[in-house]
């Protein structure tokens, strides 16, 4: 039965505005306020979808939510970061460089992820990378950092460092102003050092920062002072060194629980972990939980394995990967654009939880909930 009582108004006189920055449409709606026969304008409350609902997923369940997830100082304050909208990484995109994957991982599939090309190598890396970055938020293992990002892109360097420099390229063409490229790579020379201290890796990744591209890298394993690393034809490290370029993209280092004879000191960096002027920004890279391509027991491959043995610059770099996407949802959606990759890492580099010593140098730990406030 129809409730005779409601008189309906003209769908003529009700228009909206929508697709433009939050400045703009309340500039809109104070303008037409002052005209006659208005009578009511003004900005809507904005739609969210509901807050990661982290508790639902079994490992977190029984185990707690992991560390790296927690306000800070322990860790990048994602469980703040889901109760803003934008926060999960909604519309966000990624990009992963590294060897290979398993997109049908029970924890990963439902982001449909897509490889570009390259020839796939083991799984097991890219698949606990990815886990901490996106693992979606089902009733199934964990959640990363930013679990509703909107694509999940894959491109293999076929297991030769030579290929990352095409790797690169076609990730980036694949990829617009905002979205995030991870590189997951590094130089198997002695020390271990960043993918771009090879010349012709920097200068794709300098391509991508200046294409406005959000570059992610780690820092390395090689448990060296960087800035001391000054090899012929090798990319120079050291940002007081005249020789000194740029790329623009944000090198991660890792933190460790330091064990002492008598205590045990949190976020020390990592034995493995390169420091320096030129590492911008640290994560954990100690027994980091995550989704994982292999069965230890049964010695086969199994989409419904984790771990929570996920450990050094590599885990690192997908926290900080995570972080940034979040970021760039929780910006876009309070200022309607994305932060450039610049302005990003200078809020990584300084807004955050300092390591357990100064001289540590590997920065910070960013502090979502701090940063955020701030913009």
């Known amino acids: 039965m129809k409730d005779r009582s409601h008189k309906p108004g003209s769908p003529t006189r009700s228009f909206g505005v929508d697709g433009a920055p939050v400045p703009v449409l309340k500039g809109i709606a104070a303008g037409a306020g002052t005209r006659p026969r208005t009578g009511h304008c003004g900005m809507t409350p904005p739609i969210s979808a509901p807050t990661v609902d982290f508790l639902r997923n079994e490992r977190i369940a029984s185990l707690g939510l992991p560390r790296h997830l927690q306000p800070a100082p322990d860790g990048v304050d994602a469980l703040f970061a889901w109760t803003q909208d934008g926060g999960d990484g909604a519309g966000q995109r990624l990009a992963d460089i ?3 994957w398993m997109v049908d991982h029970e924890d990963l ?10 020839i ?5 890396h890219g698949t606990q990378v990815l886990g901490v970055i996106c693992a979606v938020d089902n009733s199934l293992g964990f959640v990363g950092v930013a679990p509703r990002v909107a694509s999940v892109l894959l491109v293999s360097q076929s ?14 063409e694949n990829l617009s102003p905002g979205d995030v490229l991870v590189l997951e790579v590094q130089l198997d020379t002695t020390p271990r050092l960043p993918a771009e201290a090879d010349p012709s890796i920097f200068d794709r990744v300098r391509a991508a920062t200046a294409r406005g591209i959000v570059v992610i890298a780690a820092g390395g394993n090689g448990a060296c002072d960087l800035d001391l690393q000054q090899a012929p034809g090798q990319t120079v490290f050291d940002r007081g060194n005249p020789a000194f ?3 623009g993209a944000i090198l991660v280092g890792a933190c460790e629980v330091r064990q002492l004879p008598d205590r045990q000191v949190p976020r020390a960096r990592h034995s493995s972990s390169n420091f320096g002027s030129r590492i911008d920004c ?3 890279g100690d027994a980091v939980l995550t989704t994982d391509a292999y069965d230890i027991t049964s010695r086969r491959r199994s989409v419904s394995k984790y771990t929570n043995a996920f450990s050094q610059t590599s885990a690192a770099t997908a926290i900080i990967a995570g972080a940034a996407l979040s ?13 450039t990759p610049g302005r990003l890492r200078e809020l990584f580099r300084t807004v955050g939880t300092p390591s357990a010593d100064v001289t540590d140098r590997i920065g910070l730990m960013p502090d979502l909930k701090r940063i955020i406030a701030g913009i």
């Open 98 to 100: 590294e060897g290979g």
């Open 109 to 118: 599939v439902d982001h449909r992820p897509k490889i570009l090309g390259g």
């Open 120 to 124: 796939i190598q083991s799984p097991i």
């Open 159 to 172: 297991g030769q460092t030579g290929n990352v420099p095409d790797a690169i390229r076609l990730a980036v």
């Open 245 to 247: 370029r740029d790329s």
């Open 282 to 284: 640290y994560a954990w």
């Open 327 to 339: 970021l760039q949802g929780m910006a876009e959606r309070k200022t309607g654009r994305r932060l």
